[in-house]
């Protein structure tokens, strides 16, 4: 069991609030490794199928049948690589929102919506928190892609607000704002 399954693991059965922002970047720097040793491997690949195929020109027929497959064994290795590829490139994104999200705890917080992001299933948020991202953007506009993606609406904390600020203003003017 890698350290993703024992982290999506520990994050399945334990709150949100349980994960380290230490463990989420280490675990967001092991995925951005794997993420770039692919990405070499990848290049390494397309390279060799470039010089197989200029290997092809003016060859005979039974070398170019032969240089064909092993130019179909490197495609389809490339495209595995391809798929590790994108499902490495989702958990990272995983990882990467999720460390914003716990780096904007307090705040979250502080507006009410920690509760409504920590009562969402496990599953539903690493799917969701996986197509976005979240990365380079400031507070508000972290917590707008948060309201999008879990179709929460910022109307109902600024209702509450001005609630609270109507009766504010009664008891110190004694009328409404």
Known sequence: ???????LGRFQKNPLEKLSIRDLEGERIRLK??????????????KQ??????????????????LA????????EMRLKYRS?????????????????????KELKNIGMWNK???IPPELLEAKLSDIILDGKEFDQ?????????EMRMDEFEEE?????????????????
């Open 1 to 7: 069991m890698g350290l993703w399954d024992s982290l």
């Open 33 to 46: 490794s794997k993420l770039d040793r692919i990405k070499k491997e990848i290049k390494s690949l397309d």
């Open 49 to 66: 199928k470039r010089q197989l195929f200029k290997e092809g020109i003016g060859a005979d027929t039974l070398t170019k049948k032969m």
């Open 69 to 76: 497959q092993d130019i179909k064994s490197i495609e389809m």
């Open 85 to 105: 590829f994108q499902t490495y490139q989702k958990q990272f994104n995983f990882v990467n929102n999720l460390l914003i999200v716990k780096k904007y705890e």
């Open 117 to 119: 992001i920590k009562s």
């Open 142 to 150: 972290t917590v707008e892609n948060l309201n999008k993606v879990f």
């Open 161 to 177: 607000g001005d609630e609270v600020e109507k009766k504010l203003f009664e008891a110190w003017c004694g009328k409404p704002k």
